[in-house]
């Protein structure tokens, strides 16, 4: 298992949850790793965690590197059945909710907060993405971001600055060094405990920072914005994620009411209906 995980890792994928898994099957031969082996290994290397953590990190990875193997003729491919789980709805941040952590923040002196906040809502980026950002990846003149990541692969997209995060990241005091992190923060651990003080001072639900990737899927859902889109403009790889991630966002047991065409339900069409918006009366 050892060589099978350095030829994966030499392969150029995603070194992502592997050292635990290096770390439990070491030199195991191949052969004797089986499907119900690599399921059992979930919860001795995460027993507090949940079954869809035993999936992602455990058996879809543990899968992958030896299947990549079987490529080789090194063993045959293996198949492992992955434990049931109901994904937990995502908490979407709101703009009331934006808006209420960015005016606290503010308040506390915390500048570069609130616009990390507004700039995850408007950009969709993960806060890790986020704090890695340097003054020469961001252009406020021309209101564009350049966002990096090496995950699954190495990427990189352009992201929109609304105009209310452009001035909030202009606010913030910098000598605006090239190579300084915009937002004041090394890593992701050292937003989180600053970031809960301010949600309890400013009496909000305690999101996380992620909730503000899921506001922006969210909310273009319900704008009505095609999930091409979002993805493309949010930096998912796949669509699908998008619909089957946030696809609740949509839910409207009522939207059928669109076939009848009464007065109380007349809509410009059903993707309108299912956002709530209502058809603008002429005169």
Known sequence: MAQAILAYLDAGKSDRFIGAIASHWKDTPLRDITGVAVRQSGPKLYPEASRGTWNRQVITPT????????????????????YDHVAETKTPASLEWVNAFSTQATEDGLSHLAALCLFMFGTAARVGEATQMTWNEINLSTGKATLYGDKPKPWERTAHLQSRVVAAIG?????RNPDGQVFKYAETGSVEKVWRNV?????????????????????????????????????WKDPAIV???????????????????????QSDNLADLSIGKERKKTT
């Open 199 to 235: 949600c309890v001072r400013a009496g909000i639900e305690p999101l996380t920072p992620h909730c503000c990737r899921h506001g922006f899927a969210t909310h273009m859902l319900r704008k009505g914005v095609d999930v091409v889109t979002i993805a493309k403009r949010g930096g």
């Open 171 to 175: 606010n913030i005091p910098s000598n």
């Open 243 to 265: 619909l089957r991630t946030y696809a609740h966002a949509l839910d409207d047991v009522t939207i059928t009411d669109a076939l009848f065409d009464t007065p109380a339900t």
């Open 63 to 82: 899968k992958a590197i030896i299947n990549y193997a079987a490529e080789f003729g090194w063993c045959s491919p293996i198949k492992v059945k992955r």
